[in-house]
């Protein structure tokens, strides 16, 4: 029984020998590619700033306080999602607000959104789960109209459309995650993408150190000021350097995403036993997230047949000690958020899972479901 896994990367040997070739350059932080590589980001986003870091969360934190989230503040974020998204917010010292979120999609939104609102709200920040995209344009309307700052967590959403435009171009910033599972990886890794040019000057400064003066513009060979305090979070070179390689191949790669999210869907047609994220021309399918009341049992026996499978996330947020301690929040004000939590399993999906393995999946899982619960 050959096993398959969760993610295998998108990474070629020419690549790995590029990553090579860098290390031994001897040049291995703020380089050739990370240029590249942010450019790369612009023109596949179509956003006019984009700034490599050293994570999604770092994204995230940097986000919250170029928006000058501070204590006192309000920000409504998801109760299903990474802790990151949360946390960020906490890093400032103001206070998340936890909503809850739509059945399938596992998205915030307008609705549970305005019944959180308060004269503190000062911020929002939403997620595109799953790579699926959040009703986005009209949660933007409702912000700017309210003077809310939107934020995108587009850790789940490289190749994720609304309307045409990239997801992380609608908030004041977008945030994406290169984790090893993602669509595209840098081992670890982020960038932020900005249309406005004075948040991006202060995510550059905050990024490296709080340095005024890039390297590139110093007048005399380490010559700068701090003027405020600033963190480390940027990407090394070959970091960067992979993932150009796998974001200029990323157009084919989101195209077998679609063709495999659609083999699930048909596979899973007629199953009552479970239901599944909805298809969309615009999600990236960052995974194929399907629900089933029998999830653990379920879960076993797709560890016992070797299928790779994770689960995006298995508790909410309110119900995380740190977040339990600190705010003692009902579950029942997450009902939906609760049931994703229960019974979400994401199933793989990358380019190089053939459609045989797709249609074992689904077939192992069928047949548990329909003989053996
Ligand atoms: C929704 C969401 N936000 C933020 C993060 C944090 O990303 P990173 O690991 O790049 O910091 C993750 C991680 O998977 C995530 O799923």
Avoid at 73 to 90: F, G, L, M
Avoid at 222 to 234: A, I, M, P, Q, W
Wanted: glycine letters at 6%.
């Amino acid at each position: 029984m050959k096993n398959i896994k969760f993610s295998i990367s998108n990474i070629s040997p020419t690549d790995i020998k590029l990553v090579g070739d860098i290390l031994k350059s001897g040049w291995l932080t703020h380089g050739k590619f990370t240029s590249l590589f942010e450019k790369e980001i612009k023109k596949f986003t179509g956003a006019k700033y984009a700034i490599s870091v050293s994570s999604c969360t770092a994204g995230l934190h940097l986000s919250c306080l170029a928006s000058g989230f501070k204590k006192g503040d309000e920000i409504i974020v998801p109760a299903q999602t990474h802790t990151a998204t949360a946390h960020a917010v906490e890093y400032t010292g103001a206070k998340a607000i936890f909503s809850d979120v739509e059945p399938l999609t596992g998205n915030i939104t307008l609705k549970e959104i305005k019944k959180r609102i308060t004269k503190k709200t000062k911020g929002v920040i939403i997620v595109h789960m799953a790579g699926h995209p959040c009703e986005v344009d009209k949660i933007l309307k409702f912000c700017k109209k309210n003077k809310i700052i939107l934020i995108e967590d587009c850790a789940h959403a490289v190749g994720t459309f609304v309307k045409n435009k990239h997801a992380g171009n609608f908030g004041i910033s977008g945030s994406f995650s290169f984790y090893p599972t993602k669509q595209i990886t840098t081992g670890e890794g982020g960038a932020v993408i900005t249309n406005d040019k004075k948040f991006y000057e202060k995510i550059k400064k905050l990024k490296a150190f709080g340095i005024d003066t890039d390297i590139k513009d110093r007048k005399k060979q380490g010559d700068y000021d701090v003027k405020s305090l600033g963190f480390n979070y940027r990407m090394t070179d070959f970091q960067a350097a992979l993932g150009f390689k796998q974001l200029i191949k990323y157009k084919s790669n989101l195209k077998k995403r679609h063709l495999i999210a659609k083999r699930y869907i048909k596979n899973f047609s007629r199953t009552e036993e479970i239901t599944h994220m909805p298809y969309s021309t615009n999600s990236s399918f960052f995974v194929f997230q399907v629900f089933c009341k029998k999830r653990d049992e379920l879960l076993k026996k797709l560890k016992k047949e070797k299928i790779g499978v994770s689960v995006h996330y298995s508790k909410q947020l309110p119900k995380m000690t740190y977040y339990k301690n600190k705010y003692n929040l009902k579950a029942k004000n997450f009902i939906n958020a609760n049931d994703y939590g229960n019974t979400n399993i994401s199933l793989p999906i990358y380019p190089k899972l053939k459609s045989i393995e797709v249609d074992r999946i689904c077939k192992i899982i069928k047949n548990y479901l329909t003989y053996e619960k």
